[in-house]
């Protein structure tokens, strides 16, 4: 199903400055009709090159962060479980165990 221009011109007016930016880095990936929706709803906000590259580097910057933030994480809980109460750890590890042999047994019966 093929998505209007006029639709394209919709869902564009609704994004932020920074998610137009990071759909204008990936315009060469675009139909034509959202191209050129993309280039007119630019165009409609006076957002210039420069801008564009600006918000976009800001967009990346801002992943960049949420990525770190995520290995942070889940570095603090695999530090959590391997440093934290023995009791707990093999609690886990059981835990564990045994949700894979029910998985198991679960599967070798279908």
Not at 67 to 87: F, M, N, T, W
Request: overall charge positive; glycine content about 2%; proline content about 1%.
């Amino acid at each position: 199903m093929q998505t209007s221009q006029q639709d394209l011109s919709q869902t564009y007016r609704n994004l932020s400055d920074r998610e137009i930016a990071s759909l204008h880095a990936e315009i060469d990936s675009l139909t034509n009709d959202a191209r050129a929706a993309l280039v007119s709803e630019i165009q409609r906000r006076g957002i210039s090159g420069a801008h564009l590259s600006k918000l976009y580097a800001s967009e990346l910057r801002q992943e960049a962060k949420f990525d770190q933030r995520q290995r942070e994480h889940r570095k603090s809980v695999a530090s959590y479980i391997l440093r934290g109460d023995p009791k707990w750890t093999i609690i886990t590890i059981i835990l564990l165990f045994a949700a894979c042999a029910i998985f198991a047994l679960i599967s070798s019966h279908h």
